[in-house]
């Protein structure tokens, strides 16, 4: 039954293994220690995951991803600092968006769809506004497919004493992170990406001492993630009802990871994805938007062919038919597409797929090598 299903070439939800789908066929109560138990474990191994155990405390939350940035940014930031957000993309535009409905001043570096926010440019402008307390950065910018250089952001805000709160949910797992190393003062995840959970709950890797101090800071009764901590460190238990079969995929998503190498292990297999996928595409005359040294190995984009026959939802389906699902694109300048190199996919898939594009070019009526893009990343540049 499970076979059918298409492999989902997607950032999350994401194709899991038997095992973990398995690990949800039973049923707990949100107050028992089995699921307690279950919950502590899952927090120790991410702290374990992120190099926290001694600085950080990490912080389970019920939702998407979403929900738990806005509860970092609601529990974290005071009401009157300022806060700088890093943008390149419609994940970094979120957090803009949530900073302004909480009504908490921000200031933004807007780099368009796909260019990195580099150390220096953000040294400069810590430089020319000293009065930002915390610097908002996503470390895998999944509209694009782009890894943000966050080593060099975190250094140059150390250097200006700004606070680091990173959004890493399509990054934490598969590349390796020490928050207390960095330093970042926040990095965010959830269930669904690099770790291969089903969806349904983020957390938050938070230091210590910075959450002690924000009692009663949040905005929002159920996002606030002091009182969910404080009521987790208290009883065990989550505050209102838990995702209860989530969080036992998730353990055992854990465990899965934990066995194939953890986070290094991991990023060789999503790399090696990466590899054959661009490989594959490049031959059959597809071009990708980065360069080589920005491309991320969780998602690529991938320029549409100028060709009056190419359409991306035909090919989409013709695509899906033969059990593989992408993504669409994010570019606000050109039409492209992406395919994802996380979950459940290994050699044998990344070649599977990269036939049934050919096999959908050619259904398409669109020869191969298909033509060129209508803009080159080069003159994309200055579009
Ligand atoms: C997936 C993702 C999110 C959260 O999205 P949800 O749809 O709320 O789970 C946030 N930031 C990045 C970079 C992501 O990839």
Redesign the pocket.
């Known amino acids: 039954m499970f076979q059918k299903d298409p492999y989902l070439l997607t950032?999350?939800p994401l194709t899991t293994s038997l095992t973990v789908k398995q690990a949800m066929l039973r049923d707990w109560g949100s107050w028992d220690n089995d699921f307690n138990d279950m919950t502590a474990d899952v927090c120790r191994r991410l702290l374990e995951v992120a190099h926290g155990e001694k600085s950080h405390v990490c912080v389970p939350i019920q939702g998407?991803?979403?929900?738990a940035?806005e509860a970092v940014l609601g529990t974290l930031i005071d009401p009157d600092s300022l806060t700088l957000v890093l943008i390149n993309g419609a994940?970094g535009q979120?957090i803009s968006q949530i900073l302004e409905r909480l009504d908490r001043p921000c200031l933004e570096i807007d780099k368009g769809d796909y260019e990195p926010p580099r150390g220096t440019e953000v040294a400069a402008f810590l430089n020319e506004h000293p009065e930002v307390k915390q610097v908002v950065v996503?470390?895998?910018?999944?509209s694009s497919g782009i890894l943000n250089p966050i080593a060099e952001i975190a250094a140059v805000c150390e250097q200006a004493g700004a606070r680091l709160i990173i959004?890493s949910?399509?990054a934490f797992g598969a590349l390796p992170v020490n928050v207390s190393e960095l330093p970042c003062a926040a990095l965010i995840s959830?269930a669904?990406?690099c770790f291969e959970g089903v969806?349904g709950f983020?957390f938050a890797i938070i230091e210590r001492s910075l959450l002690e101090g924000s009692q009663g800071r949040c905005h929002s009764l159920s996002l606030d993630l002091h009182d969910q901590w404080r009521y987790m460190e208290k009883s065990g238990q989550w505050r209102y009802t838990p995702p209860t079969h989530v969080v036992a995929a998730f353990q055992q998503a854990l465990k899965e990871h934990e066995a194939e190498g953890g986070v290094s292990g991991r990023l060789a297999r999503y790399a090696r994805n990466r590899n054959r996928l661009v490989a594959g595409m490049r031959e059959l005359g597809f071009e990708t938007l980065l360069a080589d040294e920005w491309l991320s190995p969780i998602i690529t984009t991938f320029l549409s062919p100028n060709a009056s026959t190419f359409n991306f939802r035909h090919f989409y389906d013709e695509i899906k038919r033969q059990g593989f699902v992408i993504y669409p694109g994010k570019l606000t300048v050109t039409d492209s597409f992406r395919v994802g190199c996380i979950g459940q996919l290994f050699d044998e898939q990344m070649d599977d797929v990269i036939s049934a594009v050919a096999k959908a070019c050619e259904n398409m009526g669109l020869a191969l090598p298909v033509p060129p893009p209508a803009l080159t990343p080069e003159n994309l540049k200055s579009a």
Do not use: A, I, L, Q
């Not at 996503?138 to 999944?142: K, L, N, P, R, S």
């Open positions: 950032p999350g998407s991803g979403t929900f940035v994940y979120r996503v470390h895998c910018e999944t959004d949910m399509s959830s669904n990406k969806p983020g």
